[in-house]
């Protein structure tokens, strides 16, 4: 059963729809990343599965249960990381680490909320309102880890991270991961996402533009760059490439069918090509071409 389930989500401010007709699901144990975009609908959508905001449509349910009807109940199962981290300013972090046990109905472990203050260097006498932007937020992130959440979603967690404190938190959510935790990561950090999710949702103007699976994204699509002074744009569109990009003496364009047709018709032009290349994708390109690549077009 899946841990997160979207069903045709809406959201509209006013007459603006923020997420439109939204769907997707995530499975336990999943590390799975959102994307897309300033302003696609991340933050929009992850309000709506917590319940802060209301939707017009669709339904809504986390850990097998429906939100909001169970929210409560779910929320305590939840662990979650705002992208904007607001706790009471007067409060001292130890304080906000007990309440949230306290929310919890849980004790705690003395030894482990020692072992977080100690891995995010986190002076745990300190009012929250004096804190810097990375610290309250590594405040935020072991107030969602110290409960041992069964699913943990967070919006930007590592904005304001040093490498250090990056590198531990990815760590610890490797490790709870492995003991059967879901993650939810929205991130405009696609290297991170590359390096630690298994599927990737991109979503553009708060509709889905597509789910990735990441084990095989590296594999289907290529990166092809043609230099020559005559370059067949029609024979390109012909063989199925997308995304062309135009230079003088240059294009550059994606490619996902198979490497001896490419050939094959390359080798069959008469024009003067000088040089062709062939690179593997990393997320990185494939999201920047999804960022940049017009509606409509094939990705
Ligand atoms: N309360 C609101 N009232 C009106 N418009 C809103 C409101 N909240 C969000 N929006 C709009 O909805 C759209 C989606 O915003 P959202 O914050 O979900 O985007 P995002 O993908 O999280 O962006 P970013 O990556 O920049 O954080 C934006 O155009 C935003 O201006």
Redesign the pocket.
């Known amino acids: 059963m899946p841990v997160i389930e979207l069903s045709h989500i809406s959201?509209r401010?006013?007459k603006?729809v923020?997420?439109n007709d939204l769907s997707f699901s995530v499975e336990q144990g999943e590390f799975f990343g959102f994307i897309?975009?300033?302003?696609?609908?991340?933050?929009?959508?992850?309000?709506m599965m917590l319940n802060f905001?209301k939707r017009n449509g669709g339904e809504i349910s986390l850990l097998g249960k429906s939100v909001p009807q169970h929210d409560l109940d779910v929320k305590k199962r939840i662990g979650y990381v705002p992208?904007d981290v607001r706790f009471y300013p007067q409060l001292r972090v130890q304080d906000l680490i007990r309440y949230t046990l306290d929310f919890h109905h849980m004790e705690g472990d003395q030894a482990e909320i020692d072992r977080y203050c100690e891995l995010f260097q986190i002076d745990r006498k300190k009012k929250f309102g004096d804190l810097s932007l990375g610290n309250k937020k590594k405040v935020a992130l072991v107030c969602a880890l110290i409960h041992h959440p069964e699913l943990i979603i967070m919006?930007?967690p590592t904005n304001g991270l040093d490498p250090l404190m990056h590198a531990r938190l990815f760590r610890v959510l490797k490790d709870k991961q492995e003991q059967g935790a879901t993650i939810f990561l929205?991130s405009?950090n696609l290297k991170e996402v590359e390096d630690y999710c298994s599927k990737v949702a991109f979503?553009r103007s708060?509709q889905l533009v597509g789910v990735e699976d990441l084990s095989q994204v590296n594999k289907k699509m290529k990166i092809v760059t043609l230099k020559g002074s005559k370059l067949p744009f029609d024979k390109m569109k012909a063989i199925g490439a997308t995304c062309i990009k135009k230079e003088e003496q240059e294009a550059r364009f994606l490619y996902e069918g198979g490497l001896a047709q490419l050939f094959s018709t390359l080798s069959n032009l008469s024009t003067d090509l000088e040089d062709v290349t062939v690179a593997n994708r990393d997320l990185e390109e494939q999201f920047m071409s999804m960022y940049e690549c017009q509606e409509g077009e094939r990705l």
Do not use: L, R, Y
Request: glycine share 20%.
């Open positions: 959201k401010f006013g603006f923020a997420v897309g975009p300033n302003g696609a609908g991340k933050s929009t959508t992850m309000n905001i992208s919006d930007e929205s405009h979503i708060g």
